[in-house]
């Protein structure tokens, strides 16, 4: 089997990367071919991925946080290849949310050996189409969850902050989801779910989930399945900064499934727009800050197959 292995050099704490040359050792020792590739560039992620994919590689596995495992998914999808190569990923980034979806291996060293021995399992991916910067329609696939309200300035303030990388990831997207709950105004949006409207109005947070947690730990969609076909929604209503903390906390324990305030439901398109009159939301993409809303999210059941 020939290994494509996708380093975002940058990732993850100074343990992490000093731990690197003996898990490269290991995934030589596993795999028969092995190539490697590290992003130099914010950018750099899915062109890579999709050199790899065309260069023949079998397998493709992204070592970095959830936005480098994105980015390798997107690549993968659009290499225009109609079998894109297997999947899989050794986390080491701020939130390592996508990793909690499975069991862990321990030691690091380890996981090697055990995605060569894994058999491949189906993998739905997500596809969003949303507005960037520069006011251009911008799509991008995602692996874990996309979502928007006090959650995309949360994520762009983690990504652009100076100060606080020695906290935990977890510690870290706390941090600034607290400044950013205490400033933010509800955006007002329009939400259909497969052709239904199912809310138009202010909103908290709205995840559009494959996998089950975001932000640094938080089991925003306790119910989710990465092979099922459907993404998990899940809409949080406008509520009062105060109201917004104690039900953050509850996402956190997985215990907000109890308030019945909040929609809980499964679609396999999901569409937003803002309400007339409304600034256009910030998106959270796999932990990355692609644009804003009117988006578009579909899912694309099976798309890619795991080795985890």
Request: glycine share 10%; charged share 20%.
């Amino acid at each position: 089997m020939k290994l494509g292995l996708l380093r975002n050099p940058v990732a993850g704490s100074a343990r992490a990367r000093k731990r690197w040359p003996a898990l490269l050792s290991a995934f030589r020792q596993a795999f028969d071919t092995v190539e490697l590739a590290e992003t130099d560039a914010a950018d750099d992620t899915a062109r890579l991925a999709r050199h790899l994919a065309l260069d023949g590689a079998d397998l493709v596995v992204a070592v970095g946080g959830d936005g480098t495992l994105g980015e390798t998914v997107d690549g993968l999808l659009t290499a225009g290849l109609s079998s894109p190569p297997h999947f899989s990923f050794v986390m080491q980034g701020t939130g390592s949310d996508f990793s909690r979806n499975f069991p862990a291996v321990s030691p690091i060293e380890a996981v090697p050996a055990a995605i060569a021995a894994a058999p491949a399992r189906p993998l739905d991916i997500g596809l969003l189409t949303c507005v960037d910067v520069e006011g251009r329609a911008h799509q991008r696939h995602f692996v874990n969850i996309a979502s928007f309200g006090v959650s995309g300035p949360t994520v762009k303030a983690v990504n652009g902050a100076r100060r606080g990388h020695w906290l935990p990831g977890s510690l870290r997207f706390l941090y600034h989801a607290v400044r950013e709950i205490l400033r933010y105004r509800p955006d007002r949006v329009r939400i259909r779910l497969d052709g239904e409207e199912v809310h138009a109005g202010g909103i908290t947070v709205v995840a559009v989930a494959n996998g089950g947690w975001f932000g640094g730990g938080m089991k925003v969609a306790p119910e989710a399945d990465t092979a099922d076909g459907w993404f998990d929604v899940v809409i949080v209503p406008e509520k009062s900064t105060f109201a917004i903390l104690r039900v953050i906390h509850r996402i956190y324990l997985g215990s907000h499934g109890a308030d019945p305030r909040i929609l809980f439901r499964r679609a396999k398109l999901v569409e937003v727009e803002p309400l007339e009159g409304a600034k256009p939301a910030l998106m959270d993409c796999d932990g990355e800050a692609p644009g804003t809303i009117p988006a578009r999210f579909e899912i694309l059941p099976q798309a890619l197959r795991l080795k985890i």
